[in-house]
């Protein structure tokens, strides 16, 4: 497949195009939401050494969540802060088990967070994020293959915080795995749309900017085999529809609202 | 930061007969300008004095994330939401850092952190007055950043050559990153006071809302006021050099003319600088109040201490998962 170097030359062919611009919608809300309800822990997490590394990684997926929609701005899309402050809930494409609620309660009054969903959904994100990107370094779009690149390189410091976090949980008191067990439990209820490509998937592929579902499928599970066993025989659910399609749920709905509150206090305003 | 009125007592020290000789010593060695090392001999009335000083200074880093935490996920642009997160995360290091300090010096006591968690809990341990205090716009998020942590390099600054050397050089890397916390905040406070109507509002309003609690930063000026004042004895100790008013002169001297210039005002008509004191007069706050705030009574403090507890409560089985015996088990 011939390269793509440039916005201005991803422009020319329409279907490219929007496949493209479908993919990194996807890559950005991901990032964005994810690093969301991190910031949303901030403050709560088990203990300040805690707070304080998940807080770096929060920011570091909040910086990468930035450099898609400013690939988005290069395709004429719009202003970064405004793809990531203006959509509505229909038109974002991340997987509908980001934007799930970190726990019961809000992060103003008594909040509720689950440290065992931080750190089962944080594991399958890490190791998720690093088999797109890894596919992503060949992609025919250059400025997506070195943003991809550039990412790749904190991703094993990420992975590992988490991975670290979920065998020590797993391998202690009883407790600790049954709550680990219940949320990983739920999640393969929910991870059917984070491993899909949505509407363009088969341009996607066809265009070489990303390889094929079952490709990325398979390289997920043997990314997370050794973590946790039984992973062959799970079956990917949607319970909540694709969000990759368009469908999301009344937790994106009170994280768009907050996100966007001072945003939106004053359209004129620059902040 | 951080003031000292909550700990009373005498300003003699209460040292036994036998070791005379080495408060002596001691004193010879602070005033020579040498640092003292955890494992030194100190005066009794030294070590806890520290003991408290740091604990709250570490604990006002902690909570003190709390009012600005309230702002981070609504920033209103990314690069907002970046900068603030960062400043957010370099305060609870800050309280790590300082949490470890006083950690140390807690030993011969046998406590720990969890003894310092459970102080603060119970209301045994005092968090910093501005940090009881409500925030209610994004104003207030970069009112926080240019104004406290103003204030707070004040104090911090004058605490650099603190006698004591863990704290001595815990503050040199404090002050070093407060230094982008206001550089974060004048930011936020230039795009406002640059901006529409709105913004402009929200930014006076925020300004007059904040302005006792950072008259109150400093602490009371002497005794007199509150009742108990511990900051001679930290002079003594050279662990600050200047006293809570000359602390507040300082502020007033750096931020007045600078709120000035952006066209905002204080609530005080009488605020001026009288040339021939050489010191800025102003209307003092209601000290009683402080005196309220400071017992967790402040507009605030119910809730933010909630929040803590929530956190602590609802994480003790990921603590109890990490303890030796579980995962020894
Ligand atoms: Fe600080
Ligand atoms: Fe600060």
């Known amino acids: 497949m011939t390269k793509v170097t440039s916005a201005q030359e991803a422009m020319n062919d329409d279907v490219y195009l929007k496949a493209l611009t479908d993919l990194l919608y996807q890559l950005a809300d991901d990032d964005f939401l994810i690093s969301f309800r991190g910031s949303e822990w901030l403050g709560l997490a088990p203990h300040i050494e805690e707070d304080v590394a998940f807080s770096s990684i929060t920011q570091n997926t909040m910086g990468h969540a930035l450099m898609y929609y400013r690939l988005l701005e290069d395709l004429s899309e719009g202003e970064a802060d405004a793809l990531a402050h203006e959509r509505d809930p229909s038109s974002r494409r991340n997987a509908v088990y980001f934007e799930k609620k970190n726990g019961e309660g809000e992060y103003l009054t008594e909040p509720y967070y689950d440290w065992a969903l931080a750190v089962v959904r944080n594991f399958l994100y890490e190791s998720f994020k690093k088999v797109k990107l890894e596919a992503l370094t060949k992609s025919s779009y250059t400025p997506l293959a070195n943003i991809a690149g550039k990412v790749l390189m904190e991703q094993p410091y990420h992975l590992s915080h988490w991975k670290i976090w979920f065998k020590q949980l797993n391998n202690s008191t009883d407790e600790a795995k049954t709550k680990l067990q219940s949320r990983l439990e739920e999640a393969w209820q929910q991870f059917g749309d984070v491993l899909e490509l949505g509407e363009y998937a088969t341009e996607l592929e066809h265009f070489d900017i990303i390889s094929g579902e079952d490709d990325l499928k398979e390289r997920f599970i043997q990314e997370v085999e050794s973590t946790v066993k039984d992973i062959r025989d799970i079956s990917f659910g949607k319970a909540f529809g694709s969000g990759r399609e368009g469908d999301h749920t009344p937790d994106l709905d009170q994280a768009l609202n907050t996100l966007a509150e001072v945003y939106r206090s004053d359209e004129k305003a620059v902040w | ?329």
């Not at chain 2, 006083?102 to 030993?107: F, G, I, P």
């Open chain 2, 1 to 329: 930061m951080y003031n000292y009125l909550e700990y009373g007592g005498s300003d003699q020290p209460n040292v036994p007969e036998h070791d005379q000789e080495k408060y002596e010593q001691f004193m010879a060695r602070i005033e020579a300008g040498e640092k003292i090392e955890p494992d030194d001999w100190m005066p009794e009335d030294y070590r806890q004095g520290l003991i408290k000083l740091i604990s709250m200074h570490g604990i006002s880093e902690i909570m003190g994330a709390l009012p600005e935490k309230e702002w981070t996920p609504k920033a209103p642009t990314m690069k907002r939401k970046l900068g603030i997160m960062a400043k957010v995360q370099d305060e609870m290091g800050h309280g790590q850092l300082l949490l470890r300090v006083a950690e140390d010096l807690m030993k011969p006591y046998g406590k720990n952190r969890e003894n310092i968690m459970e102080d603060l809990l119970s209301g045994d341990l005092k968090f910093h007055n501005v940090f009881h205090m409500p925030t209610k716009t994004w104003a207030d998020a970069g009112m926080v950043g240019w104004l406290v942590d103003g204030a707070a390099i004040i104090s911090q600054t004058n605490m650099l050559d603190a006698s004591y050397g863990p704290y001595q050089r815990a503050l040199q890397r404090i002050c070093q990153e407060e230094v982008f916390h206001a550089q974060h905040g004048e930011a936020i406070i230039m795009a406002l006071a640059e901006g529409t109507e709105y913004q402009r509002e929200i930014l006076q309003e925020s300004l007059n809302r904040w302005w006792p609690a950072l008259l109150m930063f400093f602490g009371p000026s002497s005794a007199d006021t509150t009742g108990t004042s511990k900051q001679d004895t930290m002079i003594k100790y050279r662990i600050r050099k200047s006293s809570n008013e000359e602390l507040r002169q300082a502020f007033l001297d750096k931020y007045l003319p600078r709120v000035f210039s952006l066209g905002l005002t204080v609530p005080d008509e009488t605020v001026h600088y009288d040339e021939e004191q050489e010191k800025w007069v102003y209307e003092q706050p209601d000290w009683n109040e402080f005196k309220q705030i400071i017992k967790n009574k402040g507009p605030r403090s119910k809730e933010r201490l909630r929040l803590r507890e929530v956190a602590y409560e609802n994480n003790r089985w990921v603590r109890e998962a990490l303890s030796p015996e579980a995962i020894g088990q």
